[in-house]
């Protein structure tokens, strides 16, 4: 009699996970302690891989435009980076109108996610530009320690799911988690003398911001009957999969900036800054 196969384990993709990260990260470190050119390039492509993940799941038969999209987002982004003239920052909601504007499923939705990205993308380089490096740091440190809380309490612990409907694996004590973490980040600056003490607030609610855009994604893979936005990034499914805590995160940053002044980190002061 042939025994009953195991039950997947809780931590099955965590190696993948690794290996994919200790990919990523060196990447992603170098990018953003040079600035400028090479990570406004980075961003660029991350950004067009996103919107074409996105343009994909939402219109699975149509081949051509999810690349047609791509290219769009990637110059739309690049003028609004690199051509400093009057309204080209009005070119980063293209890509969401042609989404829009193109037959498939969930249009209105797969905009707004759309528009996020874009908006994502250009407000990293100018925080990176206008902040320095720390800022970046603190960004991606909130978004990866919320995430990480989250992927461990919520597995070891359990408990009520924080949006089931939507989003089946996460739980409030992995939400709770991630705040938590988001925390401690932004504990870490202060005592460095980098930030004020707002900077602890400012963090939870960031990590919030991120956990609301994995939401969105959710949302939208859900909705178009989709595990992972794509394979791009093993054990991460796609680039929006890893990406889409950051891109709510950065929004965030990007509106709140607006309205109230921030106690962002201050610059790195050799190098980076």
């Not at 110059?75 to 690199?82: E, H, N, R, S, Y």
């Not at 890509?95 to 528009?115: D, S």
């Not at 705040?179 to 460095?192: D, E, P, T």
Request: charged fraction near 10%.
């Amino acid at each position: 009699m042939t025994a009953p196969a195991a039950p997947p384990g809780r931590f099955d993709d965590l190696r993948t996970r690794v290996i994919s990260a200790a990919v990523m990260v060196p990447v992603g470190a170098a990018a953003v302690w040079l600035g400028g050119s090479v990570f406004a390039i980075l961003v660029i492509l991350l950004t067009a891989a996103m919107i074409w993940e996105l343009a994909t799941i939402t219109a699975p038969d149509r081949r051509d435009t999810p690349l047609v999209l791509a290219a769009v987002a990637a110059m739309a982004l690049g003028g609004a980076i690199f051509v400093h003239w009057p309204g080209t920052t009005g070119l980063l909601a293209l890509p969401a109108v042609l989404l829009f504007l193109t037959p498939r499923a969930n249009r209105g939705a797969g905009a707004l996610l759309a528009l996020g990205i874009m908006l994502a993308g250009y407000g990293l380089v100018v925080l990176r530009d206008g902040q320095g490096a720390a800022t970046i740091l603190w960004l991606v440190l909130v978004v990866v320690a919320s995430d990480l809380a989250g992927y461990f309490v919520g597995r070891v612990v359990g408990g009520r799911k924080f949006w089931p409907a939507i989003s089946p694996k996460k739980t409030w004590s992995g939400t709770a988690a991630g705040w938590a973490a988001a925390v401690l980040v932004g504990l870490g600056f202060v005592l460095a003398g980098m930030a004020g003490p707002g900077l602890l607030v400012l963090s939870a609610g960031i990590a919030l911001a991120g956990q609301l855009g994995d939401i969105a994604e959710s949302l939208i893979k859900r909705r178009c009957g989709v595990k992972d936005a794509s394979g791009l990034i093993p054990g991460h499914g796609g680039v929006m999969d890893r990406f889409d805590a950051l891109t709510g995160a950065v929004v965030a940053v990007i509106l709140l900036g607006l309205v109230v002044p921030l106690p962002l980190p201050v610059p790195l002061a050799a190098g980076g800054g």
